[in-house]
């Protein structure tokens, strides 16, 4: 995810946040099947991941069952740095060159 923030692919980024399921019928934590008016559960985050891939512990950590990528360590880091050197869709970011280009002094 941290790559494809800074590599200009598209013309827009989107960020996600998930939760983890294990069908593809299962609704968000903390609701019950097919109902729309129970109240919903405090949202709790996992941490960012310190392996990749996961951990199968990580994985399935139904304690903490919401992901919140966008809450990762250097997402927003990495949000910035896009906007920092943002040029036309499709160009490559070559931060060698960049630096090299904007360095003070």
């Keep these: 995810m941290l790559f494809m923030l800074v590599w200009p692919y598209g013309d827009a980024v989107r960020l996600m946040s998930s939760y983890a399921f294990e069908s593809s019928d299962q609704g968000p ?6 109902s729309r008016h129970d109240p919903v ?4 985050c996992r941490g960012t991941p ?4 996961v ?11 919401w ?14 740095v896009r ?3 943002a040029r036309e869709p499709g160009e ?3 931060l060698k060159v960049y630096a090299d280009h904007h360095h003070p002094g």
């Design 55 to 65: 951990t199968e512990q990580y994985d399935s950590d139904q304690d903490k069952a």
């Design 29 to 34: 934590p903390g609701v019950r099947q097919d």
């Design 83 to 85: 906007q920092l050197l």
């Design 50 to 53: 310190d392996t990749s891939p």
């Design 92 to 94: 490559i970011i070559d």
């Design 67 to 80: 992901v919140c990528e966008h809450r990762w360590m250097g997402v927003a880091a990495m949000v910035r």
């Design 41 to 44: 559960a405090p949202v709790r």
